[in-house]
Nanobody
């Protein structure tokens, strides 16, 4: 089992920044991804970004490319999501997720491949 705890959400004006953190109780095998997803009210859970522990390989949703950056601190078993130039449409509950098996990068955007999820942190961007 892996417990994931997100933090760093809050209320910010459009154009502002936030940094989310996801602390894992232990690190899964280094070759596995850690993903970020978000879910707005009444909508599906959408992929935001993901990173692989070993080499820092990343993947991003088109909607956040150039604005969001995912990174990791292996020593702290923590993954970060730096969010800049925030827009009202970024408002959602943000979740981090991971798994205990290898998955090709082409699958990282699917929530179905992830076994462990955090409780989520609310991000609200006002216009």
């Amino acid at each position: 089992q892996v417990q994931l705890v997100e933090s760093g959400g809050g209320l910010v004006q459009a154009g502002g920044s936030l940094r989310l953190s996801c602390a894992a109780s232990r690190r899964t095998f280094s070759n596995y991804p850690m993903g970020w997803f978000r879910q707005a009210p009444g909508k599906e859970r959408d992929f935001v970004a993901a990173i692989r522990w070993t080499d820092g390989t990343t993947d991003y949703a088109d909607s956040v490319k150039g604005r969001f950056t995912v990174s990791r601190d292996n020593a702290k078993n923590t993954v970060y999501l730096q969010m800049n130039s925030l827009k009202p449409e970024d408002t959602a509950v943000y979740y981090c997720a991971t798994r205990d098996a290898f998955a090709p990068i082409t699958s990282w955007s699917s929530p179905l491949i992830y076994s462990y999820w955090g409780q989520g942190t609310q991000v609200t961007v006002s216009s």
